[in-house]
Structures are given as C-alpha cells and as structure tokens.
C-alpha cells in the first residue's frame, strides 16, 4: 500500500518562501499523476497544483499561479511544492495526493485522488 508523507511546511513571514516535499513509498510512484491540496481554517480542502506522471503536464490554481511551482523527481518517489511569494491566506494544512488511476494529464478535482498524505501546516504571519 502506497504511503505519502508531506514534509516542509512551517512559519514564515509574508513574502517568504518554503518547499513543500511528499515522499512516496512503493514502486509505482512514476506512473501516477500527483497533486496538492490545501484546507485552511474553516475552509474546505481546495486544489493548489497538479502534475502527471511524466512532469510534462502541470496545472496550478489561479492564485497560485506564477507563485508556487510544483515538481516531481520520479527516481526519489517525491513530488515538491516550492512555495514564493506567500500570503496570510496562504495558511493552510498542505496535503498532497495521488492520482486514483494512472489516468494521462492532471486533474484538479478531489475525487480524482485515491491517496493521501497526513497533511503539513503552513503559517504565514502578516
């Protein structure tokens, strides 16, 4: 059974920057696509980013983009977060997720994603 394991997350001041990492155990790690997720306070778990298996399809949330950037290196089994730019709303618990099936291309929604990490805590103070 394929285990995830978020890694990075912390305080950190507004503007700062923190990388998110997700260690997966097993050998298929390189053909499932993998995401990030977050859910903040009273809020509802959302969609950050998504990238197949291959890395070469990459989507990220609309206010993310063009300050996180996710990535994956298939021979360490992890897929990285690198967070710039950060917010207070930033604040959030960071999960990230594999694909339910080895499905082509990215998806964005929870359902999409069969496993789970425990989730790593983000703080951005203002």
């Known amino acids: 059974q394929v285990e995830l394991l978020e890694s990075g997350g912390g305080l950190v001041q507004t503007g700062g920057s923190l990388r998110l990492s997700c260690a997966a155990s097993?050998?298929?790690?390189?053909?499932?696509?993998m995401g990030w997720f977050r859910q903040g306070p009273g809020k509802e778990r959302e969609f950050v980013a998504a990238?197949?298996?291959?890395?070469?399809?990459?989507y990220y949330a609309d206010f993310v983009k063009g300050r996180f950037i996710i990535s994956r290196d298939n021979a360490k089994n992890t897929v990285y977060l690198q967070m710039n730019s950060l917010k207070p709303e930033d604040t959030a618990v960071y999960y990230c997720?594999?694909?339910?099936?080895?499905?082509?291309?990215?998806?964005?929604?929870?359902?999409?994603?069969?496993?789970w990490g425990q989730g790593t805590q983000v703080t951005v103070s203002s």
């Open positions: 997720a594999r694909r339910a099936s080895t499905a082509a291309g990215v998806a964005t929604t929870i359902g999409d994603y069969g496993t």
């Open positions: 097993g050998r298929t790690f390189s053909t499932y696509g």
């Open positions: 990238i197949s298996w291959s890395g070469a399809s990459i």
